[in-house]
């Protein structure tokens, strides 16, 4: 389902929001949603809000040039947000959580920086594909934009390192599909650990890329 008018977007942000977080994908006030809208503005989340309770009638609203429109404060992440959309046309929504298991990965010393996770299920390489892993930054820290600057443009997600992650997609709904089997497989990993597993080889990943494009 398609949904792009401003006030159903609210709806399904708020609906969305509440899903993730009854699920335990973030916790307290942490994890921050956008959208863009057909005007080339924005919906955030607003900062220090929690996902479970959103309010759709108080999420920020952000005109093209990032300005506040209205609504409560937008989420201090939103530089990263605005980042990860300038180098991403295609893509119309980006969620972030501290998803405990993606968050595990981005703690591991030995993980591979340009590819976090392997490629282990068919569902990770066709929602999420290769992650590479953003330095440390403060949380908020305007410099993560420019962090995320030349990796956004050829990955629909990031691992923020001792942070989470940021997946963007061609819709909320894929954004937030993107994020859960994002965090499912960041288990399966750590689950996996030590036991040598069997990921999918170039071939499979090559042949999943041209039949599921993500955005
Ligand atoms: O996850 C968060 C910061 O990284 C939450 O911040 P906000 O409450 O400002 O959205
Ligand atoms: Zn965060």
Same mark, same amino acid.
């Given at each position: 389902?398609?949904v792009?008018? !401003?006030?159903?977007?609210?709806?399904?942000i708020?609906?969305?929001?509440? =899903? *993730?977080? @009854?699920?335990?994908?973030?916790?307290?006030?942490s994890?921050?949603? =956008?959208?863009?809208?057909? #005007?080339?503005?924005? $919906?955030?989340?607003?900062?220090?809000? %929690? *996902?479970? &309770?959103? @309010?759709?009638?108080?999420?920020?609203? $952000?005109?093209?040039?990032?300005? !506040?429109? #209205?609504? #409560?404060k937008?989420?201090?992440?939103?530089? +990263?947000?605005?980042?990860?959309?300038?180098? &991403?046309?295609?893509?119309?929504?980006?969620?972030?959580?501290h =998803?405990?298991?993606?968050?595990?990965?981005?703690?591991?010393? /030995?993980i591979?920086?340009?590819? %976090?996770?392997?490629?282990?299920?068919?569902?990770?390489?066709m929602?999420?594909? &290769?992650?590479? $892993?953003?330095?440390?930054?403060?949380?908020? @820290?305007?410099?993560?934009? /420019?962090?995320?600057?030349? *990796?956004?443009?050829?990955h629909?997600?990031? +691992?923020?390192?001792?942070?989470?992650?940021?997946?963007?997609?061609? =819709?909320?709904?894929?954004?937030?599909y993107?994020? !859960?089997?994002?965090?499912?497989?960041?288990? *399966?990993?750590?689950?996996?650990?030590?036991?040598?597993?069997?990921? $999918?080889?170039? !071939?499979?990943?090559?042949?999943?890329?041209?039949?599921?494009?993500? #955005?």
């Open positions: 389902m398609s792009r008018n !401003e006030s159903q977007l609210r709806e399904q708020t609906v969305l929001g509440k =899903s *993730l977080f @009854d699920r335990g994908l973030t916790m307290g006030s994890g921050n949603i =956008s959208v863009r809208l057909e #005007d080339g503005g924005w $919906l955030m989340t607003p900062t220090n809000a %929690c *996902l479970g &309770r959103l @309010d759709p009638a108080r999420i920020s609203h $952000l005109d093209a040039q990032g300005r !506040e429109i #209205d609504g #409560d937008p989420t201090k992440e939103t530089f +990263l947000h605005m980042a990860m959309y300038a180098e &991403r046309p295609h893509s119309q929504a980006i969620v972030h959580l =998803s405990t298991h993606s968050v595990a990965v981005s703690c591991l010393p /030995d591979d920086p340009h590819d %976090c996770i392997p490629p282990l299920t068919a569902y990770y390489v929602r999420v594909g &290769r992650l590479p $892993l953003v330095p440390y930054h403060l949380p908020g @820290d305007p410099a993560l934009g /420019d962090a995320v600057q030349g *990796l956004a443009g050829k629909s997600a990031v +691992l923020l390192a001792n942070h989470g992650p940021v997946v963007a997609g061609k =819709s909320l709904e894929a954004a937030v993107a994020t !859960e089997e994002l965090e499912e497989t960041a288990k *399966l990993f750590l689950l996996l650990h030590g036991r040598n597993p069997r990921a $999918l080889t170039e !071939e499979q990943v090559a042949e999943l890329e041209a039949r599921f494009p993500r #955005d």
